[in-house]
Every structure is written in C-alpha cells, then in structure tokens.
C-alpha cells in the first residue's frame, strides 16, 4: 500500500473511522491490514510463479484468519469477487453465439479449471497455516466422547467410542472458527435510531455506513456515478459492494468495526475511481 497512488494512501489515512479504532478495535484493523495485503499480492501474482501466485496469498490469508476469524469470510469473497472481475475483463463469461447454455458451461468450467485449482490452494494452504500456528492440547474432545457413550450399544458404540478417546487433535483453530460462525448465526440485542431488536437488524451495517463514514468517503462514489460510472467498476469496489450484500445477513451487529475491511477496500477502490475520473 506504500507504494500505491497517493489519493489511496491519504483516503486511507485521514478516515476517522479507522483512526478512531487505531487503538481500540486492534484485531479489526489487523483483519483489515492482512485482507488488504492478501488482495494486493493476489492480484499482483496472477501471471506469475506459483509462489508469488498461490505461496505470497496463501500466507496473507492465514494471517487475515489468524488476526481475526471474520478474516476467512472477507478474504474468501475478496479473492472469489477479484478473480471474477478479472475473467470478465478477458471475456472469459462471454457466450458464443452458436452455443448452447450446456457448451458454454462446460467452456466455463474448463478455461476456470487453474483458477479453481489456485484458489484451493490458497484457502487450504491459509488454513494449514493457522491450524499450525494455533496448534491444539493433544486432548480428546469431551462432547464428542459423551456423544460417542451415548450410542447404542453395539459395534458401532464400540468404534465411536474408541475413535472419540483417541482422536486427539482439541482444542484447535477449528473451534474457534465454527464457535464464531455460531455466535454469528445467534447474534445478540441491538439497537439503531431508536429501534431494537433481540437478535438483529437486516439494515443494521448500511445504515451505520451513512452516519459512520466520513463525508467525502460517503459522497464521492455518488460523485463518481455522475461523472464516470465505469470508473466504480474496479475489483476493490466490487469487492466492497458484495460485502456490502453479505452484511445484510450478519447478526454481531457491535458497530463499524466489523465492516473496517471494507471500509479499507471500498477507499482503495474509490480513490482509483477517482484517478481515472
């Protein structure tokens, strides 16, 4: 990011909402670093060697899930929204006039084929990375055992139970992701200009982008649709408006912090916009 245009550098810079977590919400803006690190060597390696293609991303997004686990669902639509935009550049989702829906599927799905390969990659390779770094106690799980005495008796019992008291690997990075996912599918009370709600508001993130973000970062992609609406049609932008979709289905709804991610990648994007304008 060092080395990008300066309007990127200072749109990220000077936002208040990311200066007002500086110290505070540490763990978001470390998610927000290692997705915005993850997306830069992603796209800068997409013709290159395997390490700066797959080994540089993979490192980045085991360090996004490391700093926060959010970072596994950011860095996952950042690099799936990317590689999208960039095979639509190429033409790649463009149907030949001669063929079928079934033709041109199967074209899809064989020139994607090094793509899909790369991207598996990256995420398995992030996740072997954290589980590594995490590592575990090297001790059954007790719900699992309690779960494997509770069968019927009979062989399967006997498999279950045998296989739960030896199946040492707990705890490890994977409870603490799937415990993340649960709290988000529970949420929690909430409340927003006067209304609340015990579990969630589907509005809640957008809404809190208008009174949260500055007014330059809130005006300008408006200003951009007015003067060069393609110049919104980046990746980063990209990226930030399906962020945008996705958070309608979030439940932690705990303020600006869980969106600084894409509050860094919708700047980015913005102030390409704005350089191309």
Same mark, same amino acid.
């Given at each position: 990011? *060092?080395?990008?245009p300066p @309007?990127?550098r200072?749109?990220?810079a000077?936002?208040?909402?990311l200066?007002a !977590?500086a110290?505070?919400?540490?763990?978001?803006i470390? /998610?927000?670093a290692? =997705?915005?690190a993850?997306v830069y !060597?992603f796209?800068a390696?997409?013709?290159a060697a395997?390490?700066?293609?797959v080994?540089?991303?993979a490192?980045?997004?085991g360090?996004?899930?490391l700093?926060k686990?959010?970072?596994?669902? +950011?860095g996952?639509i &950042? %690099?799936?929204v990317?590689e999208?935009?960039?095979?639509a550049?190429q033409g790649?989702?463009n149907k030949?006039?001669?063929?079928s829906?079934w033709? !041109? &599927?199967?074209?899809i799905?064989?020139?994607t084929?090094? /793509?899909?390969r790369?991207?598996?990659e990256?995420?398995?390779?992030?996740?072997?990375?954290?589980?590594? +770094?995490c590592?575990?106690?090297?001790? $059954?799980? $007790?719900?699992?055992v309690a779960w494997a005495?509770?069968?019927?008796?009979?062989?399967k019992?006997?498999a &279950?139970v045998?296989?739960?008291? !030896?199946?040492?690997?707990?705890s490890?990075a994977?409870e603490?992701i799937i415990?993340?996912?649960?709290?988000?599918?529970h949420g929690?009370?909430?409340? %927003?200009?006067?209304?609340?709600?015990?579990?969630?508001?589907w509005?809640?993130?957008?809404?809190?982008?208008?009174?949260?973000l500055s007014a330059p970062l809130?005006l300008a992609p408006f200003?951009?649709l007015? %003067?060069?609406p393609r110049?919104?049609?980046?990746w980063?932008?990209?990226? @930030?408006g =399906?962020?945008i979709?996705?958070?309608?289905t979030?439940? /932690?709804?705990i303020?600006?912090?869980?969106?600084l991610p894409? /509050?860094? %990648?919708?700047?980015v994007?913005? *102030?390409?916009g704005? =350089?191309q304008a």
């Open positions: 990011m *060092a080395h990008g @309007a990127r200072s749109l990220l000077c936002e208040p909402s200066l !977590h110290s505070l919400a540490t763990t978001d470390a /998610v927000s290692c =997705v915005l993850l !060597h796209r390696g997409r013709e395997w390490l700066r293609r080994g540089w991303p490192l980045w997004f360090a996004a899930i700093a686990a959010s970072g596994l669902i +950011y996952g &950042a %690099l799936t990317m999208f935009e960039r095979l550049r790649v989702w030949e006039f001669s063929a829906r033709q !041109h &599927a199967r074209q799905w064989a020139q084929k090094s /793509v899909r790369d991207l598996a990256i995420v398995s390779g992030g996740l072997v990375l954290t589980f590594l +770094y590592g575990c106690d090297w001790r $059954p799980e $007790p719900s699992f005495q509770a069968l019927p008796d009979g062989g019992k006997q &279950a045998w296989f739960a008291e !030896h199946f040492r690997v707990f490890n994977g603490g415990r993340q996912v649960k709290h988000n599918m929690h009370g909430v409340y %927003l200009l006067g209304t609340t709600d015990p579990r969630a508001l509005y809640y993130f957008p809404v809190l982008l208008t009174i949260k809130l200003l951009l007015l %003067l060069r110049s919104l049609a980046n980063a932008c990209l990226t @930030a =399906v962020l979709l996705f958070s309608l979030w439940h /932690v709804q303020g600006i912090r869980l969106l894409l /509050v860094v %990648l919708g700047g994007g913005i *102030a390409g704005l =350089v």
